[in-house]
Each structure stands twice: as structure tokens, then as C-alpha cells.
């Protein structure tokens, strides 16, 4: 699956609850250590998920501190790597859309 097909659902998920595209983007350059504009170049280039995080320029460390439940599997138990990196992004634009503070979806309290 595509980066660029699921970002502009992310985004939309965010607007539909007053957040912005902007939080949003920094919620994913804080998973991944993309800059602004290797984000946006990342979508241009139209990379799969793997492809996105195997070029990630560096994976927060605190991502372990991400915990809950998405799609009904708690990511901090999910093998894959792939697909951890992925729930974890799912959950961090999660915790956007509910109205969770900048710096606590952030792990940064």
C-alpha cells in the first residue's frame, strides 16, 4: 500500500475533529525524523509503507512508548516491524483526532 494514498485519510481524520495538516505532519516527522520536505517528497514519490520507513532518516526511540489498541491488536505486542511502525502511526494520528495535547502525543511529558 501506498504512503501517499493513506496520508491525505490521515489528514482528513485529523481536519474532521478541528486538528491540521500541519500537526499531523509533525506527528509523522517526530515517528520518522522526516524533514518537511522528505515527507512531502516521500509522497511525491508515491513509496509503499516499507519503503517509507526503511528511508525514514531515524525512528523516535520513544515509539515504544506508544501503547494501545488499534484495529483491535495492541501495538506494543505486534511482531512485524513493518507493521508495528505502521500501527504505531495509526495511533499516534489516532490520539490527534481525539483531541490529545501536542506534546503528550508526542511522548514528551
Known amino acids: 500500500m501506498k504512503f501517499a494514498n493513506v496520508y491525505p485519510l ?6 474532521r475533529k478541528n486538528r491540521t495538516k500541519e500537526e499531523v505532519d509533525r506527528t509523522i516527522c517526530w ?8 515527507l512531502h517528497q516521500q509522497i511525491e514519490q ?16 520513544n515509539r ?16 512485524n516491524p513493518l507493521m508495528q511502525n505502521i500501527r504505531y502511526l495509526d ?11 501536542m506534546e503528550k502525543i508526542l511522548r514528551q511529558l
Open 91 to 101: 495511533k499516534l494520528i489516532d490520539d490527534l483526532a481525539k483531541g490529545k495535547a
Open 64 to 79: 515504544s512508548l506508544i501503547k494501545g489498541i488499534v484495529c483491535g491488536v495492541r501495538v506494543e505486542e505486534i511482531e
Open 10 to 15: 490521515y489528514v482528513q481524520k485529523a481536519e
Open 31 to 38: 515517528l520518522t525524523g522526516y524533514s518537511q520536505a522528505g
Open 46 to 61: 508515491e513509496n509503499d509503507f516499507e519503503t517509507f520507513f526503511a528511508q525514514a532518516p531515524a525512528m523516535n526511540p
